[in-house]
């Protein structure tokens, strides 16, 4: 149980700093999916604790299964638009003072 | 006059209040000639019949409205009502003239008729809400008024004018919102007299200080007065700025404990405020200008009584009390005699060279009143003010000294003649092809009138009151004018030099300016600011922030 | 079946329903969406009444009680905010229906703008009356996932403030999700009315209140979390900002709200409350003083929602220093007339934008020819901004004061008077630009700007979202009005401990 409980820290924190260090698109992405996975992996772990088991914790993983699927698939749409447009960079923010960008 | 009967009454003060809104719809209609101006006049029309008809303790409650408002007429709501209602009517029939452009636009009439309502309701406002409310609504208006013309200049005066206005409406907030306890209930006058203490009473002093134009927070007053169209200025001389005083009478406690030296401070701020006023009016050139800057004189004098009003002394209620009889009369003094002033100096700038000289003469009249000759209004504003000063205990040194003020005004008026003498701009006397005789000289006479006749029909003959004025008051008003004229002839003998030198001084000249670019330091600040916000916006310092968030959360929570 | 569960059930199926109708039959959606806009704010009216005749209900969805089945809780709070996603809503629609976007100029499919609009108001409808901390997480990726559709169709700058705001909702979404998961494992329910109070100050609980808290900061761009508002609201289409700035962000808001009152009261001590104010006090300072350096006119009013959303996070301190009742009404009616002025703001700004062809503060000289409407409309939105009285902004702030005087908190008092300083400078700086008859730099403007600064006369299109814009800035006035009665049913909030 424990080392179950370990493992979706773990995970926690690699997605925590995938997200925020990576520059590509798809890892900061998929950073993002192993972050979800970890609190799938506590949920599950929660599950297993009580007795008799508790089905309420898996009700909810599936139903967050399908939602990481649909905003994975949005997400991955969101970059394929940016990508196919040749930005090269697609952080405006970042680039030019957030007083000058135009509306 | 026989009485009404009493739901007539309650009634007539309803449609005094009402009119103004009534009247917004009816802005989808505009007169070929005159745009909105008769709309805008029959507005205030019945607030004049409720000054002059509805009697003392008329009450109209609203008991559903937040909290129950209570709008009542009493001795010193019909000394502000009174010139309002006349003043707003007859500055709108003039406008139709004045200023034919602004009264055809929806805009600038709907304006006016805020600031109409605003200014009855916090007239009758028996409650700190209403009160409240109304003075928001008159800030409001007055800013559109201010800004009518949309020059730059006109849009520089409109910011000072809600920078100023603003901290005086955040500071009357703070005042109202401790003193209305819980929700939007018991926030009657009497209720809430009772709860100001020493901080509440120093915001109240800075919101009224500030709507009066006191001297030191007088900023607005002569940029955003001129720069506003005739008739606008004469409301706002002559009307808004009075809501400053109203609200003194109706919060702070007579004679209460605030202490001698707030009292003392607002005695010599007044007094300093009606030389210095006098002092920047004669140095301008532009008769609007002259006539903001004897507003700030005038209004010093009302803060001299402001803080007669926090003295101890022997004191009635009502109108009885000298103070509060003072502050009437020169409301009603002045609120009359300033809006002909501005009505007719911009009458002057729209007349026929072929009668020119008669509309000048006629001005005379309020500039006569406005320095307190003989017979005039002026004389009353005077007397009481004498009687209020020996009331307090403080006559001994300030009535001589008064004289000195006296004669400013009086030299000031003079000036004011003089500039308008000729016409001061020959573009826009020639574009006299929209005004006809009879629009013009009909409100004209009437406001003539009422300069000379309204005072005295209200407040000369109080019996309620300490006793109006004596012979003796009328010959002593002849002293100002002796010393003006020895003063002006000792300069006219002396040098025709020293006297031009005199008019044209270079004090710093008081005139709206656009801003150009910020100082320094802010300039600096900003590129900091904006320098700062990048970074925020950065994904790593996302990260960065996240990581602060939470340990302040953590710390927080593990505090507790 | 009573009216309200009738109501409530339109409200939440309805647009769904829509939204594949109008993804369906592309040329009817217009139409389908118009008419499916009147009937939601019918239906919100219908709930309000009778949450103020009958007071809160509990409405469990197809009969299945919790915790497996999907719960509702349908009171007073829940209906102003359905009543504002109405309101804006409906405004947002006639705006979009009067814009009449041409496939040829638009950047994107228009088809696919009234779909996304629907769910995305399905999914702020259904968020409103969620009584289940995991229901909640669905309806806010529900929310997500439409609004970031419609900021990504705004244009091809939209998509990267689009990318930037899905990334950081979607972890914001995670983060909740833990401590969702936490609270769990911790209390074993999820149920918002049962979980009143019942999180204990101990490691997980705080734990898991940081990371609801956390995502739900992320989620309403409250200092220092708000990077990716400021790009994504003043990109995106006018009645998209409108919804996203006046109720998107506010959902972030009202769910906070009733999480720290709810399951958290225990951990709401004065320490955590000043730690959650102190944000709010970033929020008010740091972004009144950025919306104050903008030149643009969308950017500012896009900061402007961070600066005002600072006020309502004032509720935390205010209610733990005792004033829970006066902190609640006062914050959810400054976010009832927040949402209603700023979508008026947003809607009146897209108009003189489109007039002007340009969105630079500085060129917006004179507001003659023809779209007096829009800036009347943006005049009145900023003053219930501001909080002049009688508008809806000023009832708000009014009951936050009394709320800070009457626990004697008189620096956050001094809070709501420096933000409201900033706040009137900032609006006035556009009304300036609006009241001037010229730019100051009329040398320096582009000769391209001065051509078209005379700008035609308004078109029915222009009318049709002065109208809208006209509508919603009324509204929040009339919020004014309307609250100092309406504060009891505001007050009715199933699982708030006062």
């Excluded at chain 1, 690699?14 to 890892?27: K, S, Y």
């Excluded at chain 2, 008019?503 to 600096?524: E, I």
């Amino acid at each position: 149980m424990l080392i179950y409980l370990a493992l979706a820290s773990v995970l926690f924190v690699i997605g925590l700093h995938g997200l925020f260090t990576a520059r590509n698109l798809l890892r900061r992405l998929l950073s993002l999916n192993v972050l979800t996975t970890a609190v799938f992996l506590l949920l599950v772990v929660i599950a297993r604790k009580a007795t008799p088991l508790d089905p309420v914790p898996h009700a909810m993983v599936l139903t967050g299964i399908v939602i990481a699927v649909s905003t994975t698939a949005v997400a991955l749409a969101l970059v394929e638009r940016i990508a196919l447009r040749h930005s090269p960079e697609p952080e405006p923010s970042a680039s030019t003072r957030p007083g000058e960008e135009d509306a | 006059m026989p009485a009404l009967p009493a739901d007539m009454q309650v009634l007539l003060l309803a449609v005094a209040l009402a009119m103004p809104w009534l009247m917004i719809p009816a802005l989808a209609i505009r007169t070929r000639d005159a745009g909105h101006a008769p709309a805008l006049c029959l507005a205030a029309l019945p607030a004049v019949m409720a000054a002059a008809w509805a009697p003392d303790g008329t009450l109209l409650a609203l008991p559903d409205a937040l909290g129950g408002w209570v709008f009542a007429l009493d001795a010193t709501g019909r000394a502000f009502l009174a010139p309002a209602a006349i003043v707003w009517a007859l500055a709108a029939w003039l406008a139709a003239s004045l200023a034919p452009r602004q009264v055809r636009s929806p805009a600038f009439s709907g304006l006016w008729l805020l600031g109409l309502g605003g200014n009855f309701a916090v007239i009758l406002a028996q409650d700190l809400l209403a009160l409240y409310a109304g003075l928001a609504l008159m800030t409001v208006a007055g800013l559109g008024l201010v800004a009518a013309e949309r020059t730059m200049q006109a849009v520089a005066a409109a910011r000072v004018y809600i920078g100023m206005m603003l901290v005086a409406e955040l500071a009357m907030f703070v005042a109202v919102a401790t003193l209305v306890g819980g929700g939007f209930s018991d926030a009657g006058f009497d209720t809430v007299r009772e709860r100001i203490d020493g901080p509440v009473l120093a915001l109240l002093g800075i919101a009224f200080g500030i709507k009066l134009g006191a001297l030191g927070v007088h900023a607005w007053l002569p940029r955003a007065h001129p720069v506003a169209p005739v008739p606008a200025s004469a409301v706002l001389s002559g009307l808004m700025i009075k809501s400053g005083a109203l609200g003194w009478l109706r919060l702070v406690e007579p004679a209460g404990d605030a202490g001698d030296v707030v009292a003392h401070v607002l005695l010599w701020t007044g007094f300093a405020a009606s030389l210095y006023g006098v002092a920047r009016g004669l140095h301008t050139k532009r008769a609007k200008t002259l006539l903001a800057w004897s507003s700030v004189s005038q209004m010093g004098l009302v803060t001299m009584l402001a803080g007669l009003w926090i003295l101890p002394g022997t004191r009635g209620s009502g109108l009885a009390d000298p103070v509060a009889f003072a502050i009437a009369v020169f409301v009603v003094h002045h609120g009359l005699a300033k809006a002909a002033l501005f009505l007719g100096a911009g009458l002057l700038e729209r007349t026929a060279a072929s009668r020119r000289s008669l509309v000048w003469a006629s001005l005379g009249l309020p500039a006569l009143a406005l320095a307190a000759a003989p017979g005039t209004s002026g004389v009353l504003a005077k007397s009481a003010l004498e009687q209020a000063l020996a009331a307090s205990g403080q006559a001994g040194w300030i009535v001589p000294v008064l004289y000195l003020s006296g004669t400013a005004t009086v030299v000031l008026m003079a000036r004011l003649l003089w500039l308008t003498r000729s016409p001061h701009d020959t573009a826009a006397s020639s574009d006299t092809s929209g005004v006809r005789g009879p629009a013009l000289a009909l409100p004209w006479v009437a406001m003539l009138a009422a300069v000379l006749v309204v005072p005295w029909l209200m407040l000369g003959s109080n019996t309620a009151g300490p006793t109006a004025t004596a012979p003796r008051d009328h010959a002593k008003a002849l002293v100002p004018f002796v010393l003006a004229g020895f003063a002006a002839s000792l300069t006219w003998w002396a040098d025709r030099r020293v006297q031009r030198r005199l008019l044209n001084a270079r004090l710093p000249r008081v005139q709206a300016r656009a801003v150009t670019g910020l100082p320094a330091p802010v300039r600096r600040l900003s590129l900091h600011v904006v320098r700062g916000e990048r970074w925020l916006h950065l994904w790593e310092s996302v990260g960065l922030t996240l990581i602060v968030v939470a340990a302040v959360l953590a710390a927080a929570l593990s505090l507790g | 079946m009573t009216a309200g569960d009738a109501a409530v059930i339109v409200l939440v199926s309805l647009p769904h329903a829509a939204a594949i109708a109008g993804f369906v039959w592309p040329s009817r959606a217009v139409t389908v969406s118009l008419i499916s806009a009147a009937t939601l704010m019918a239906a919100a009216l219908v709930a309000m009444h009778a949450v103020a005749g009958y007071g809160a209900w509990r409405h469990d969805v197809g009969g299945w009680e919790a915790p497996l089945g999907i719960g509702w809780t349908i009171d007073g709070v829940a209906c102003a905010l359905l009543l504002l996603t109405a309101a804006v809503g409906l405004a947002g629609s006639i705006h979009h229906a009067a814009a009449r976007v041409r496939p040829s100029t638009a950047a994107h499919d228009p088809r696919y703008f009234w779909p996304l609009w629907l769910f995305l108001w399905g999914g702020l409808n259904a968020l409103f009356v969620s009584a289940d901390l995991f229901n909640i997480f669905v309806t806010l990726e529900f929310v997500t996932v439409a609004s970031v559709g419609l900021i990504a169709l705004s244009g091809r700058l939209a998509q990267a403030a689009a990318w930037r705001y899905l990334l950081a909702t979607l972890f914001g979404s995670s983060v909740y999700l833990l401590g969702v998961a936490l609270i769990y494992g911790r209390v074993a329910a999820l149920d918002l009315p049962f979980l009143a109070q019942a999180l204990p100050a101990d490691l997980v609980g705080m734990t898991a209140a940081s990371l609801v808290t956390i995502g739900l900061l992320l989620k309403g761009a409250v200092f220092p979390l708000h990077f990716w508002l400021p790009s994504a609201h003043a990109r995106a289409l006018p009645p998209v900002s409108a919804i996203l700035s006046g109720v998107v962000v506010a959902a972030a808001f009202y769910l906070l709200a009733r999480a720290w009152l709810g399951p958290f009261r225990e951990l709401l001590t004065p320490a955590a409350g000043t730690a959650l104010g102190l944000l709010g006090a970033g929020a008010v300072l740091w972004g009144g003083l950025l919306a104050l350096l903008q030149r643009h006119l969308k950017r500012m009013i896009a900061y402007s929602t961070v600066s005002q959303l600072g006020f309502c996070m004032l509720l935390f301190p205010l209610a733990a220093a005792g004033a829970t009742q006066l902190a609640w009404t006062g914050a959810m009616v400054v976010l009832l007339a927040h949402g209603l002025s700023k979508a008026a703001c947003f809607l009146a700004a897209g108009v003189i934008v489109r007039h002007h062809r340009s969105g630079r503060v500085d060129a917006l000289g004179g507001c003659q020819q023809g779209i007096g409407l829009a800036w009347f409309a943006f005049a009145l939105a900023a003053a219930s901004l501001v909080g002049l009285p009688p508008t809806g902004g000023f009832v708000g702030k009014w009951w936050l004061a009394q709320a800070a005087i009457n626990s004697g908190a008189y620096p956050w008092l001094a809070l709501l008077v420096a933000g409201t300083l900033l706040t009137a400078a900032y609006l006035w700086r556009v009304l300036e630009a609006a009241i001037r008859t010229g730019p100051p730099d009329e040398a320096r403007r582009p000769a391209a700007i001065a051509a078209h600064r005379e700008g035609a006369p308004a078109t029915p299109s222009d009318r049709g979202m002065m109208i809208a814009a006209l509508g919603l800035a009324l509204g929040a006035v009339a919020v004014g009005a309307a609250a100092p009665p309406l504060a009891p049913v505001l007050s009715s909030a199933i699982g708030v401990t006062w």
